[in-house]
């Protein structure tokens, strides 16, 4: 169970980043919070501590031997200890907690994190092909700027839905709200998604806002990627995470490209999964292997026959037999 102090910083750090200039935070604002937890952002980037301040309120500070001396600059020599802890000053670095969303969410993928702009990130996608759905941070989201920044986003993202994260809930006019809605255009604030239950800073629950297939009358397979559950005929199947991550790259390809899900892919889905970079060939075909009995046992085979319901190939990778409409993703 992660601690609250988790939520309760990163909820701080995510309302300083969204002002502007971003503010720092100092020893005052860290006095509560246990020092493991302070030591985490730290050694996760996320904070970055500043040079100790030579003068605070109008005072001299000299530091020596961990002591912090207070010097009055009116020179009538009233000198006091005060505190090394209370004067610290912390910088918050935002592409280290763009990295951090990004690996803490476990289902985005592509390319690195990178800028998109002044106050803009690329965080990753989710899907393939048409189904593609990217993730964007945004900062210091106004009324007058929403639509042109999160339509530049848009662009970048060649026309396809995205979703863009704000640090902090963004009160915009229902009629800004009303015309990213019509352009595929989500709007998410991220200190509104952290989960509690996570045991690292900025683990959130990832919006998955757009239906990638429709749901028909024939639908028997239904994953839920945002909730992380997958049912069968209504009946909720008892998967472990890194069997749910391979079956979400199975149903995505089936549902979009109908082709096969390369070794390397089903790679990165353990590694979301486990947050291991070791790829073991034989926890892939392990993991495949128990997903494929939790599909037979659920009644999901292809054809009269009841073949597998997941193909492996030789050098292909694998690729679900499942008929895609009978598969509903969201």
Known sequence: MASASHVSLSRLLLQRSDQHPIRIIDGADLRDQPPEIVRQFLTLGLLVEREAPSDVDGFAIQHSGGRAIAVNLDGDGITTEVDPTSIRQFDIDMMAVCRQLRRASTVLAGRPVEPVGVSAFWLGAIGTGSRRLEYFLARRLRA???????????????????????????????????????ADITLAAIDELLDANASEPLAIKIPTPVSKTPRSAQTRLAVDVEGGSARCDGTLLSLPRREFQVLVRLVNERTNEDGWVSRDVLADALKAATGSNDRNDEQIDKVVSNLRKVLRAAGMTDGPKGTYPIQSGRGQGCRLLIPANEIHVF
């Not at 530049?152 to 640090?167: E, N, Q």
């Open 144 to 182: 007058k700027t929403a639509v042109d920044i999160a339509f530049a986003l848009k662009a970048h993202a060649g026309g396809l839905p995205i979703v863009v994260l704000t640090p902090t809930e963004r009160d915009l006019p229902m009629a800004v709200r009303r015309q990213l809605d019509g």
